[in-house]
């Protein structure tokens, strides 16, 4: 608050300001004194008619809207303060609203898992921005010179290369596990490698918790890639195809999943060929469980 002085006033302006008003003005003044009256008078009536009849008081408002009115879906994303304890089940077919966000638009041709762990910072609320969760809790690496040899990280240990460029590779669940959990410090974040896309349909998804799941891209078989030696003198050899996406729905027949890869699309795949391909990049999992 910005405080100003002001001199005391002189008693030739205290004179002034004691002159009565003109007859107008004291006129208008005692008109606008009518006016709060009879407007108070009528709010006292309104509120003892509304004590008496509260049925028809507040006929004439909206009713007030639901919270899937306002979120415009039917799952709406959980606040950062609380979430139901036993919400209602995921129904078949039924998709969780989480944001999909775009590689193409963000310009990150190797990012996938950090766009898709961008998608589940927005649907839990997070007020960093992806750019901001990136710069402050993403481990990255790229190679050094170690010995004489070129050595780097494997993506089990932070983001291999840069998203930025087509060049990068990219990271698994315990790297990404633990720069949500930096972001989301009062929650629960799992790493669920291991777990089947079955059980976490069973566990998870249908307690509307979105999991993010490492694929590959349109459930294209995988390969082998080049290889590299780590810091202690092993040789990690990167698997072709590898992507991540957030498993959002499903029915009888598919798997639903948003999609960073296809624009920030939402894609499904078959049950089957969706769980062939998570088990051939380890069956890894991670989720904002708590």
């Not at 009849?53 to 009713?63: E, R, S």
């Not at 998203?163 to 410090?185: K, M, T």
Request: charged fraction near 20%.
């Amino acid at each position: 608050m910005k405080w100003t002085y002001r001199a005391k006033p002189s008693s030739a302006d205290t004179s002034r300001r004691r002159r009565r008003l003109p007859s107008a003005a004291r006129m208008a003044l005692r008109a606008g004194w009518w006016c709060i009256l009879l407007c108070v008078s009528f709010w006292a009536g309104r509120q003892q008619t509304a004590a008496q009849n509260p049925d028809t008081a507040f006929a004439a408002l909206p009713a007030c809207s639901s919270s899937e009115a306002l979120s415009g879906s039917s799952s709406s994303s959980p606040s950062a303060d609380s979430s139901p304890a036993d919400p209602e089940p995921l129904a078949e077919g039924e998709v969780l609203s989480v944001p999909l966000l775009s590689q193409q638009q963000l310009g990150m041709p190797t990012g996938c898992e950090l766009v898709s762990a961008g998608m589940l910072l927005e649907y839990y609320g997070c007020d960093l921005t992806l750019y901001q969760w990136m710069d402050n809790c993403v481990e990255f690496s790229t190679p050094w010179l170690q010995d004489g040899r070129m050595v780097n990280l494997s993506p089990w240990e932070a983001f291999i290369g840069s998203p930025w460029e087509s060049s990068g590779y990219g990271c698994f669940a315990p790297v990404i596990r633990d720069a949500l959990a930096l972001a989301l410090p009062d929650r629960q974040v799992e790493d669920l490698t291991g777990t089947s896309l079955e059980e976490l349909e069973r566990e998870y998804l249908s307690r509307r918790i979105p999991v993010l799941v490492w694929v590959t891209i349109c459930m294209e078989e995988t390969s082998e890639g080049p290889s590299w030696l780590t810091p202690e003198g092993e040789t990690f050899t990167r698997t072709n195809n590898e992507h991540c996406m957030v498993l959002v729905g499903s029915d009888s027949d598919n798997y639903i999943f948003n999609d960073p890869y296809q624009a920030g699309g939402q894609v499904s795949y078959p049950r089957q060929l969706a769980e062939s391909r998570y088990e051939e990049m380890g069956r890894q999992a991670v989720a904002v469980t708590g």
